[in-house]
């Protein structure tokens, strides 16, 4: 199956501070997710970006499929972006299933 | 509904013991996804719906685990004999219509097998 890379595996930054995500694919994709798994476990949405460049608030994200990495970018981080980000996608457009990076634990301190 | 509901929150059980865990997906979304997430791991893909049949079950470990969505929309995770070993959370996902769609996640079951 496809290998899904992330790095770094854990991340703690200073109220304020930025910091980039990255995803690493093993073969070509038709779907890319971002999510933010919180304390209480829920996985939140961020962006839907198989290609191309996204920004939503103080979160951006940037796909270059051909060269099968994402980037997730946060600015001005704050207490509450703690949690862990993960990084799935879809192989084949008749796959279906979403395969997940092993996440990065990002912690944020006052 | 407003999001991807799912019951029960956490659900403590003995080994060997059935348990039933419950998924109800956003109004108008015929594909469903099953996916597990042990501790300190991503999750993983279990089984795939669209519509009422399983489209893909690929992803489930063994033939104690079982999935229905008779009528196409709420689903029902079974598992039987349960083991030590399935102790983990379950998530349900839903999409509006299967391939290269955003996948909306419930917050999921947290099931211990004692």
């Known amino acids: 199956g496809i290998q899904v890379e992330q790095s770094p595996p854990d991340l703690i930054l200073q109220e304020g501070a930025n910091s980039t995500l990255r995803c690493n694919f093993s073969d070509s994709v038709n779907n890319l997710q971002w999510f933010h798994q919180n304390p209480w476990g829920q996985l939140i949405n961020l962006f839907y970006?198989?290609?191309g460049t996204k920004q939503n608030g103080r979160l951006s994200a940037t796909t270059v499929a051909t060269e099968r990495y994402s980037l997730l970018y946060i600015s001005s981080s704050q207490t509450t972006d703690s949690g862990v980000y993960f990084c799935?996608?879809?192989?084949?457009?008749?796959?279906?299933?979403?395969?997940f990076g092993a996440g990065t634990t990002v912690t944020v301190r006052a | 509904g407003a999001g991807v509901s799912q019951t029960p929150s956490n659900k403590v059980t003995e080994k060997g013991k059935y348990v039933e865990l419950r998924c109800d997906p956003i109004s108008g979304h015929t594909a469903l996804y099953w996916y597990r997430q042990s501790l300190g791991q991503g999750p993983e893909f279990l089984i795939y719906f669209q519509g009422t049949g399983a489209a893909d079950d690929s992803g489930l470990p063994n033939d104690r685990f079982f999935a229905v969505r008779p009528e196409g929309s709420v689903s029902t995770l079974k598992i039987q004999r349960t083991e030590r070993g399935d102790s983990a959370v379950y998530l349900c996902a839903s999409s509006l219509d299967g391939t290269q769609e955003t996948q909306y996640f419930g917050p999921g079951t947290r099931l211990l097998v004692l």
């Open positions: 799935a996608v879809e192989k084949n457009i008749d796959d279906y299933k979403l395969s």
């Open positions: 970006i198989p290609s």
